[in-house]
């Protein structure tokens, strides 16, 4: 929130009053109800992540306690919104491309869309080291002909990955890679979490 301290003839004390805009990776996604929820503000209004609002300054102590006590149990991790969650088996090279071809699409009021890829069994993919002396990079090719691209990489990444028993999970925008006259489908990742767990 930015608040300016204001106080017109019509106010019987200063009100804190200006506009709020949730982070958009954030596991609340209606801080204008947050904020109602409190009963300490004047107004809020607007849309449910973007809007005005207004705090009597008697009210402003109040209110951070209590939207504190609101946040406790919520997750401080970014939250990726995504649009698909596919195993490694039910990954389309097709959706993949109709969405990279859309990219044109994407902004404030529409999103890019993301996609989880969860449960790969790393010991059954090609995973290679890119350009590890100026700009690591993992690409780990599926078999359905689709490369999860991490950039940004690092040693210990690679050692993980490189467990017999490495289960990996990623969240990921889509990409065209367009090589030679030849377009292929990629995943970029923009969070990744890999496991150990035995698989039998």
Same mark, same amino acid.
């Given at each position: 929130?930015?608040?300016?301290?204001?106080?017109?003839?019509?106010?019987?004390?200063?009100?804190?009053?200006?506009?709020?805009?949730?982070?958009?990776?954030?596991?609340?996604?209606?801080?204008?109800?947050?904020?109602?929820?409190?009963?300490?503000?004047?107004?809020?209004?607007?849309?449910?992540?973007?809007?005005?609002?207004?705090?009597?300054?008697?009210?402003?102590?109040?209110?951070?306690?209590?939207?504190?006590?609101?946040?406790?149990?919520?997750?401080?991790?970014?939250?990726?919104?995504?649009?698909?969650?596919?195993?490694?088996?039910?990954?389309?090279?097709?959706?993949?491309?109709?969405?990279?071809?859309?990219?044109?699409?994407?902004?404030?009021?529409?999103?890019?869309?993301?996609?989880?890829?969860?449960?790969?069994?790393?010991?059954?993919?090609?995973?290679?080291?890119?350009?590890?002396?100026?700009?690591?990079?993992?690409?780990?090719?599926?078999?359905?002909?689709?490369?999860?691209?991490?950039?940004?990489?690092?040693? #210990?990444?690679?050692?993980?990955?490189?467990?017999?028993?490495?289960?990996?999970?990623?969240?990921?925008?889509?990409?065209?890679? #367009?090589?030679?006259?030849?377009?292929?489908?990629?995943?970029?990742?923009?969070?990744?979490?890999?496991?150990? #767990?035995?698989?039998?």
């Amino acid at each position: 929130m930015v608040l300016t301290k204001s106080k017109t003839i019509e106010d019987k004390e200063p009100f804190y009053r200006g506009s709020a805009r949730n982070y958009s990776m954030s596991e609340n996604q209606d801080l204008r109800a947050t904020c109602l929820e409190t009963d300490l503000v004047e107004y809020a209004q607007g849309h449910a992540n973007a809007f005005g609002v207004s705090i009597a300054e008697s009210n402003i102590d109040s209110f951070i306690e209590k939207t504190n006590q609101l946040y406790e149990q919520v997750e401080k991790e970014p939250v990726y919104w995504v649009d698909y969650v596919w195993t490694k088996n039910e990954v389309s090279p097709e959706i993949i491309l109709s969405i990279a071809n859309a990219k044109n699409l994407w902004g404030q009021e529409i999103p890019e869309p993301y996609i989880c890829i969860k449960d790969i069994v790393l010991s059954s993919c090609q995973i290679q080291a890119l350009s590890w002396d100026k700009h690591p990079t993992l690409k780990i090719h599926l078999d359905c002909g689709v490369d999860i691209m991490k950039f940004k990489s690092n040693d #210990e990444e690679l050692q993980q990955m490189q467990q017999p028993n490495a289960i990996l999970t990623a969240v990921c925008r889509a990409a065209r890679n #367009e090589w030679n006259g030849r377009v292929t489908p990629q995943l970029i990742v923009e969070e990744l979490s890999v496991r150990e #767990e035995w698989v039998f």
